[in-house]
C-alpha cells in the first residue's frame, strides 16, 4: 500500500504593524520668495506706504546655482516689501503661511507615501485615518497684499501628486473618505469608489500613496493640529502620527483661493502691463485696489 503523501505548509511569519514606512513629502521650496498677508477689516489701507523697493537683477534668473541658498544669495533674500511696509503689515495684518491655501473647500495638509516592508506574505491596513485639531476662523480678515521679490513672479508646481488617492478628512470627528481617484496610472484603491472609508491594504513590498485634504469651512484661519491613522497587522495593531509639514512650527494660517491680492513688487508700477519699464511711475494704493476691484 503507497505510503500517504503529506502535504507540507510553508511556514508564514505573521506581519507586524512596524512592518509599515511611512514617508511624508516635505514641503515644497520656492526660490522665488514671496510673503502673503491677509490685511485685518479695519485697518486703513490707505495708510499703507507706497514706495520703490529694489528688484532682484534679471540675470539671477539666467544662471545655474548649486544650491538654493546661493540663488537666494543673488536675489537678496528679500520678500519684496521695504521696512516700512513691513512695518505696517506688522501691525495691521496677518502673515500666511506660505504655500498653504485651501480650494473648493479643501486644505492640503500632507502627501504621504505608504509601503509595507516586512517579508511576509500576509497583508496590513492602514486606515482610520482622523484629524485632530482645532481651526480658527480670523473673522476681521480682508484682502492680501502679497510682498514678492520680483516683477514678473512665478511658481512651481508640486511634483508627485499625480499617483496620489485623495483622501478627505473631516475637520470635526469622523474617518477619513476617499475622494477622486488618481490623476494619472493605477493605484491600489482604483475600485473602491469616492465617498468610501479610506482604507489601504499593502501586501509585503507594495505602495500606495495618499494626498490629505481637511475640509474647511473659513476663508481665512489658523490652524494647530494632527493627523492620525491606525495601522492593522495579523500580530497586533497600533496608532501612528502623521508627520505634517504644513504644520512642523506647530501653529499655520491659510488662505482660500481665490482671493483679492495687491501684488506688491518694488513699488509694482503703473501703468500695468506695459512694456515699457523706463516710462512707468509707481502705483498709488488706491490705483492698486481699483485694478484689483477692491474700490
Given at each position: ?223 494647530t493640529g494632527r493627523a492620525l491613522a491606525t ?54 494704493i488706491q490705483q492698486l485696489m481699483s485694478g484689483?476691484?477692491?474700490?
Open positions: 500500500m503507497p505510503a500517504t503523501q503529506l502535504a507540507i505548509a510553508t511556514p508564514t511569519m505573521p506581519v507586524s504593524p512596524e512592518g509599515l514606512s511611512l514617508e511624508v513629502i516635505p514641503r515644497t521650496e520656492m526660490i522665488i520668495t514671496s510673503e502673503t498677508w491677509i490685511i485685518k477689516s479695519g485697518a486703513n489701507a490707505q495708510e499703507f506706504p507706497i514706495e520703490s523697493a529694489p528688484l532682484a537683477s534679471l540675470s539671477c534668473m539666467r544662471k545655474d546655482f548649486q544650491t538654493i541658498k546661493a540663488h537666494e544669495d543673488c536675489l537678496g533674500s528679500r520678500k519684496g516689501c521695504t521696512p516700512a511696509q513691513r512695518a505696517w503689515l506688522e501691525k495691521n495684518a496677518v502673515l500666511a503661511t506660505e504655500n498653504l491655501y485651501a480650494v473648493d473647500g479643501k486644505l492640503g495638509i500632507g502627501q504621504v507615501t505608504l509601503t509595507n516592508t516586512s517579508k511576509s506574505s500576509q497583508s496590513l491596513s492602514f486606515k482610520d485615518l482622523r484629524w485632530e485639531g482645532v481651526v480658527t476662523p480670523i473673522d476681521d480678515a480682508g484682502f492680501g497684499i502679497a510682498c514678492t521679490n520680483f516683477n514678473d513672479w512665478s511658481g512651481g508646481a508640486t511634483a508627485g501628486n499625480a499617483n496620489s488617492r485623495e483622501v478627505l478628512l473631516p475637520s470635526d470627528a469622523g474617518t477619513g473618505i476617499f475622494g477622486g481617484p488618481s490623476l494619472y496610472g493605477e493605484d491600489l484603491t482604483r475600485h473602491i469608489p469616492a465617498g468610501r472609508p479610506a482604507v489601504f491594504n499593502l501586501a509585503a513590498g507594495e505602495t500606495s500613496r495618499a494626498q490629505l485634504d481637511l475640509k474647511v469651512a473659513p476663508k481665512v484661519a489658523s490652524i495601522v492593522i497587522a495579523s500580530d497586533g495593531e497600533k496608532e501612528v502620527q502623521i508627520p505634517l509639514p504644513a504644520l512642523e512650527s506647530g501653529k499655520a494660517v491659510f488662505i482660500t483661493m481665490p482671493m483679492p491680492l495687491l501684488a506688491i513688487d518694488g513699488g509694482t508700477a503703473c501703468p500695468q502691463g506695459s512694456a515699457k519699464y523706463a516710462a512707468r511711475t509707481i502705483c498709488s484689483n476691484h477692491l474700490g
